[in-house]
């Protein structure tokens, strides 16, 4: 399932930007125009098979389409492995007939799936175009929002004055991470007279916040200023005699693609981060 949402998450990532119908017209050759046969539009396999070209002309695919797959994959087919050993785990106690019945976090487990496509999907968006769209941030925080409040506990429902509590909380916590883009953005603008980051990034971390808290959103945002700065370097490091230090100085970098990866690390394992730093920082 993994690898047919990364293939239909390709479409979307190829057509949309251009403007097109991510339903019409079938699969075909971007260079070419050919549609393609049933066999060629196999989520991976086909990639591999046809070693990444185009059966007539040839042309080069790219390795987006099979890394966008595996990305999706993988994470889903991780995320299936941790909910099943939850299930063996307190097999037992459901056998024998324990009520209520030994809680399995099912709601969570497609909860972080679709979290994880959406952000492999911005992310790809931002390293190709620069471009957090609208049209998934913020439904995306919307959609975090509600989710945070169906997979509260039973006992709290919708009357119940505390879900409205958290509901508050998750709401501000939207706003204090988009607030820390905005600032920086600031900052950025009063020192270097022109744009450093875009609102786009803000909307990332206001969906990110919906999604994992504010300290989950500044989890994502730690481990996405570490990979943006080690993208620096590395950029910095191969520099050559014609690279001029201008053009190092004005070279854009997606922050939103190290954002969304940091993203998906917080969504997967932050909880045990964030356990682990306050422990060896004494809290």
């Known amino acids: 399932m993994g690898l047919a949402f990364g293939s239909?998450?390709?479409?979307?990532?190829?057509?949309?930007p251009a403007g097109e119908s991510i339903v019409k017209p079938r699969s075909h050759c971007r260079n070419c125009g050919r549609t393609l046969a049933w066999w060629e539009n196999v989520p991976l396999v086909s990639w591999l098979a046809l070693r990444g070209r185009c059966r007539t002309c040839r042309v080069w695919i790219g390795w987006r389409y099979v890394i966008v797959e595996l990305a999706v994959g993988s994470i889903w087919?991780?995320?299936t492995w941790r909910l099943l050993g939850a299930y063996i785990l307190n097999l037992p106690s459901i056998q024998s007939g324990q009520f209520p019945p030994v809680y399995i976090p099912a709601g969570e487990t497609l909860d972080?799936?679709?979290?994880?496509?959406l952000l492999i999907g911005l992310a790809v968006l931002d390293a190709e175009h620069f471009w957090l769209a609208d049209a998934v941030t913020i439904p995306g925080m919307i959609f975090g929002l509600t989710g945070s409040i169906l997979l509260l506990p039973e006992t709290l429902g919708w009357t119940n004055p505390q879900t409205w509590l958290l509901l508050g909380a998750r709401v501000l916590g939207c706003v204090a991470a988009a607030a820390l883009i905005l600032v920086i953005r600031w900052i950025y603008k009063l020192i270097r007279h022109r744009e450093g980051l875009g609102l786009g990034d803000a909307k990332l971390m206001a969906m990110l916040a919906a999604w994992l808290g504010l300290s989950g959103a500044l989890l994502s945002f730690a481990?996405?200023?570490?990979?943006g700065s080690l993208a620096a370097i590395v950029l910095l490091a191969r520099r050559t005699k014609s690279t001029s230090t201008e053009s190092l100085a004005t070279a854009k970098l997606p922050l939103g693609t190290f954002l969304c990866i940091g993203g998906i690390v917080?969504?997967?394992?932050?909880q045990p981060i964030i356990v682990a730093y306050l422990q060896w920082a004494g809290f």
């Not at 481990?223 to 990979?227: A, D, E, M, S, Y």
């Open 77 to 79: 087919a991780y995320l």
């Open 266 to 270: 917080a969504s997967l394992w932050g």
């Open 223 to 227: 481990i996405g200023v570490v990979l």
């Open 112 to 117: 972080v799936m679709f979290l994880t496509w």
């Open 8 to 16: 239909f998450l390709n479409v979307c990532l190829t057509r949309w």
